[in-house]
T-cell receptor, first 114, second 112 residues
Framework: AQSVTQPDIHITVSEGASLELRCNYS??????LFWYVQSPGQGLQLLLKYFSGDTLVQGIKGFEAEFKRSQSSFNLRKPSVHWSDAAEYFCAVVFNTNAGKSTFGDGTTLTVKP | DVKVTQSSRYLVKRTGEKVFLECVQD?????MFWYRQDPGLGLRLIYFSYDVKMKEKGDIPEGYSVSREKKERFSLILESASTNQTSMYLC???????????FGDGTRLSIL
């Protein structure tokens, strides 16, 4: 079955440290991949997306993600975390463009220590 | 800029009431979605629509219905509200089926 897994429910990092949030999917072909961020009390905002081409994609707020076909992964990274990055992060996948539904991971909550 | 507006940020209703959640987008998007978000369960798709007057069931449609009479408006209806429908409800829209979704700020619904 098609699925999206974010293995880490909660991650804590110190301000200025690097960050990597993991996302794995189960699918035979290359899907459309997205990362969203949700600040408390708000909806989700798109950070970046991958459709094809260069496997390292840049997004807003200094985030980047790398698609690795062999590992079925799309991990989100940031070299230096800011306190304002504290939020919940969701990986989302569109497996079949004919259906067009996004399947979301369960989210990773990021806490930033001063 | 893209805008998805949900009519209420907070809503309190009683069990058995018929509840309407409204969502409007100003981007001329074809596709609109309703999700509910619960702690530990992530986002779950309730219904979606690819065109006016069209609707498709998502993963958890039971107890809900939708209406899309105009392209910009997608309404979620709780036919007879129950306490297990207390949740955060998020509306989203997208330009095409493989394009990113734009989300409203959500409606936190409490059913007493």
């Amino acid at each position: 079955a098609q699925s999206v897994t974010q293995p880490d429910i909660h991650i804590t990092v110190s301000e200025g440290a690097s960050l990597e949030l993991r996302c794995n999917y189960s699918y035979g072909a290359t899907p459309y991949l997205f990362w969203y961020v949700q600040s408390p009390g708000q909806g989700l905002q798109l950070l970046l997306k991958y459709f094809s081409g260069d496997t390292l994609v840049q997004g807003i707020k200094g985030f980047e993600a790398e698609f690795k076909r062999s590992q079925s992964s799309f991990n989100l990274r940031k070299p230096s975390v800011h306190w304002s990055d504290a939020a919940e992060y969701f990986c989302a996948v569109v497996f079949n463009t004919n259906a067009g539904k996004s399947t979301f991971g369960d989210g990773t909550t990021l806490t930033v220590k001063p | 800029d893209v805008k998805v507006t949900q009519s209420s940020r907070y809503l309190v209703k009683r069990t058995g009431e018929k509840v309407f959640l409204e969502c409007v987008q100003d981007m001329d998007h074809e596709n609109m979605f309703w999700y509910r978000q619960d702690p530990g369960l992530g986002l779950r798709l309730i219904y979606f629509s690819y065109d006016v007057k069209m609707k498709e069931k998502g993963d958890i449609p039971e107890g809900y219905s939708v209406s899309r009479e105009k392209k910009e408006r997608f309404s979620l209806i709780l036919e007879s509200a129950s306490t297990n429908q207390t949740s955060m409800y998020l509306c989203a829209s997208s330009a095409a089926r493989n394009q990113p979704q734009h989300f409203g700020d959500g409606t936190r619904l409490s059913i007493l």
